[in-house]
């Protein structure tokens, strides 16, 4: 019995602290602890109950595993948090906790996250303490992280299991990238017993060529025979002049074979005419292994669709049909579209595979390349789309004269089994616990399972946490849920900021689901802040501009967040003259792309199609379409696009 296993050691609060500390996921549980002081005491036969004597039993181990703990984890033995006592009791006695307790453990705690974390605390301890065969006993799995991998192999090189430890090795040692430090100590015992063969040295040179890694390509010179160091100075000289790839290069016919392979590939990128004449002449050397033909010929195409100094365009159209890829077809038909060559686009058209052609996108430039005799067709697309939702439907409904809708909308999910999921269980207990970072913890890992997405976001969205529940909808393709995709909130900070900005709340909205999915504390890759995805430097210019005390730190607070994200897009409105449209690409790519990108005579789809940034075409679709949608919410009457913004002036 699990409660049994844990009650080897008392604890103290210094280990049980320390030993958290170390694992992130008791932070919460230890500021339950101190609320705990001041518990009420337990009703019984509530929930409530279960969650005081919840942190009652956290305050406990703050004194060790003693009679009092015991008593209250048997009375917690069907509550969904229990697991997370168990975790802290392993923690707060790693030095002691046997391999039986923590595999009891495992089993216990399932599908959760908490089970492989508290199992990386573990092993990291029993990695100090040179436990080998406990850490070989408790990674006998197939779902190990890297770090958990590496610490078996080490374990396995000590215990003289040398054929099971280099699988393990070689998989983590050969990636295109520096590995993490958990990973030092096993590849410096396995250095000393043996090291990579050069089978191993070529697999990873290989993947830091595509990753463009040329530092790696240097190190692994240290780490092969003389003979492939021939072979890596060839690649690493094709890496930096592909367009010498036709020269004769030394080494293994399969290793001269797969450096003509990078060098196509490389050049296919700089120039593809030149690296479509070279695999003519390298196809007569070398037989090619048909995945390696195929990515070549996919890199040639992708690049011609682009450069001037493109390949064939007969062998180019060939290619596109043999290949079957819908995202190279994608680009060729925009290609199409930009020029107006309608009967091109037919043709290439049914190209794509059946779920792309049934998309809205396709669809409705399918209709607008009608051919002759094909007017009714045309017309019943028109009609279909004309009920759905999103920036085609709303084009189709445009072109119609037909009100803009919100398409069909699917009930709420009723009660049912998924419902009452240990996972959904738990994230709601995290949550009525305060236990935010272990209940989104727990929540992520649950959208892995298809049909706990739904009943996650129904719970997210109950609970007010928003941009979970979007998230949830998205994983669940739960598209139709416009009540769980498009909540409004922070309704007070956006309707003070439409009122300072002059724009409607529904579009700032619309541009806060956007960016951030309506999250106050998103911050991007690149610095974007809030609600309205600000960048530090425009959001300076912006509240200078207007009179505002700039801070940074406030961009985190949804009301300032909203204030100068709305006057930031106004002003972008007022300098396209009221377009948004082009406001929208600008506030994405920024006003220099936007220049560059306008040609002149083209239609408002035939534009935003074209876009060549896939991020700002579907950014610019995606406001517009989440624009109607809050005004419809709202109960106000829209348009989708303005009598100026549908002129063929882009």
């Not at 942190?55 to 009679?67: D, H, I, T, W």
């Not at 890596?232 to 293994?252: F, H, M, N, S, W």
């Not at 769980?484 to 002059?502: D, I, K, T």
């Not at 007022?574 to 406001?583: F, H, S, W």
Request: hydrophobic share 45%; net charge neutral; aromatic share 10%.
């Amino acid at each position: 019995m699990l409660t049994s296993m844990f009650n080897v050691v008392p604890t103290n609060s210094r280990t049980v602290r320390s030993a958290c500390l170390l694992a992130l996921m008791c932070s919460s549980l230890f500021g339950l602890s101190a609320v705990a002081e001041s518990v009420p005491e337990p009703i019984e036969g509530t929930l409530e109950n279960s969650r005081q004597k919840f942190q009652l039993a956290v305050k406990e181990l703050r004194s060790g595993a003693g009679p009092r703990y015991q008593s209250l984890r048997q009375e917690l033995a069907d509550y969904p948090l229990v697991m997370y006592l168990d975790a802290l009791v392993i923690e707060g006695n790693l030095h002691y906790a046997t391999a039986d307790a923590m595999q009891a453990f495992m089993a216990s705690a399932g599908d959760s996250p908490l089970a492989m974390r508290t199992l990386r605390s573990f092993v990291r301890h029993k990695v100090e303490d040179r436990r080998w065969q406990t850490i070989i006993e408790v990674t006998e799995r197939s779902d190990l992280s890297t770090e958990l991998s590496c610490h078996r192999a080490h374990a396995l090189l000590n215990k003289r299991r040398v054929s099971n430890a280099i699988p393990l090795l070689n998989e983590a040692w050969a990636v295109g990238k520096s590995q993490i430090k958990a990973c030092d100590p096993a590849f410096k015992a396995w250095f000393k017993h043996s090291g990579p063969t050069d089978e191993v040295v070529w697999a990873r040179a290989l993947k830091a060529a595509d990753a463009r890694n040329s530092y790696l390509l240097r190190y692994l010179q240290r780490f092969a025979s003389n003979d492939l160091k021939r072979s890596l100075a060839d690649l690493a000289e094709i890496y930096r002049r592909p367009d010498r790839v036709t020269q004769k290069v030394r080494g293994r016919a399969v290793h001269q074979r797969d450096i003509a392979y990078l060098g196509v590939k490389r050049l296919a990128r700089v120039n593809p005419g030149k690296a479509f004449n070279a695999l003519q002449e390298l196809t007569k050397r070398f037989e090619f292994e048909a995945d390696q033909l195929a990515e070549m010929h996919s890199l040639i195409v992708r690049h011609s669709l682009f450069a001037k100094s493109a390949a064939p365009a007969q062998w180019v159209l060939e290619q596109l049909m043999a290949l079957d890829d819908d995202e190279l077809t994608e680009i060729y038909l925009r290609a199409k579209i930009d020029t107006a060559d309608w009967t091109g686009f037919r043709e290439a058209y049914t190209w794509l595979s059946a779920e792309k052609q049934n998309t809205d996108e396709w669809r409705y430039w399918r209709a607008i390349a009608a051919g002759p005799g094909e007017a009714g067709f045309a017309q019943a697309t028109f009609e279909q789309l004309a009920e759905g939702r999103g920036f085609h439907a709303y084009l189709a409904a445009t072109t119609l004269a037909k009100p803009l809708s919100l398409g069909a909308t699917p009930d709420v999910l009723e009660e049912t089994a998924t419902a009452n999921h240990a996972v959904v269980e738990r994230v709601s207990e995290l949550l009525a616990l305060g236990m935010d970072w272990e209940a989104r913890t727990e929540f992520r890992a649950g959208l892995n399972v298809p049909e706990l997405a739904l009943p996650l976001a129904e719970l997210a969205a109950s609970r007010g946490r928003h941009s979970w529940a979007i998230e949830a909808a998205a994983a669940a393709g739960a598209w139709g849920r416009v009540d769980l995709r498009f909540p409004v909130v922070f309704e007070a900070e956006f309707q003070n900021a439409a009122e300072e900005s002059g724009l409607p709340v529904e579009a700032l909205l619309a541009v806060a689901r956007r960016e951030s999915a309506l999250s106050p504390d998103a911050v991007s890759e690149v610095g974007a802040r809030g609600l309205m995805q600000l960048m530090p430097s425009t959001a300076r210019l912006t509240a200078r501009k207007h009179n505002y005390r700039y801070s940074r730190s406030r961009l985190m607070r949804p009301g300032y967040n909203t204030a100068v994200g709305g006057l930031y897009y106004a002003d972008l409105i007022d300098n396209y003259e009221g377009n948004r449209v082009l406001a929208l690409a600008a506030y994405n790519a920024g006003p220099n792309r936007v220049r560059r990108w306008r040609e002149g005579g083209l239609s408002v789809a035939r534009w935003v199609d074209t876009i060549p940034f896939k991020e700002t075409r579907e950014y610019v679709r995606a406001v517009l379409a989440y624009n109607v949608i809050y005004s419809l919410k709202a109960g106000i009457a829209v348009e989708f696009l303005s009598e100026s913004e549908l002129a063929p002036n882009y």
